[in-house]
């Protein structure tokens, strides 16, 4: 039973490799020729410098107008050591 799965296993594996060999040495021979290549017109660029004014507006915005928290805080802070852990 062991021999004759054997050899049907060698019978498989000996016939891809010759379809595989058949399709490796029959896709060389044929020419592929390469397309040509094309060159794309170059686009101008331009650039919206806008934005520099909206940052530099930003800049000189005041943090002191954002009201402080008052409230408890919900929970304590985990990654806080304590003194007594220390």
């Not at 000996?14 to 060389?28: E, P, W, Y």
């Not at 507006?57 to 408890?72: A, G, H, K, N």
Request: proline share 5%; hydrophobic share 45%; aromatic share 12%.
């Amino acid at each position: 039973m062991k021999n004759k799965r054997q050899k049907y296993l060698l019978l498989v594996f000996i016939i891809l490799l010759i379809v595989t060999a058949f399709i490796l040495f029959t896709g060389r021979e044929k020419d592929l020729v390469a397309p040509e290549r094309v060159q794309l017109p170059i686009r101008e660029v331009e650039i919206d410098f806008n934005f520099l004014q909206l940052l530099q507006q930003l800049r000189f915005t005041s943090f002191s107008e954002i009201p402080e928290f008052v409230e408890e805080a919900g929970r304590e802070d985990p990654f806080l050591r304590n003194e007594e852990d220390i």
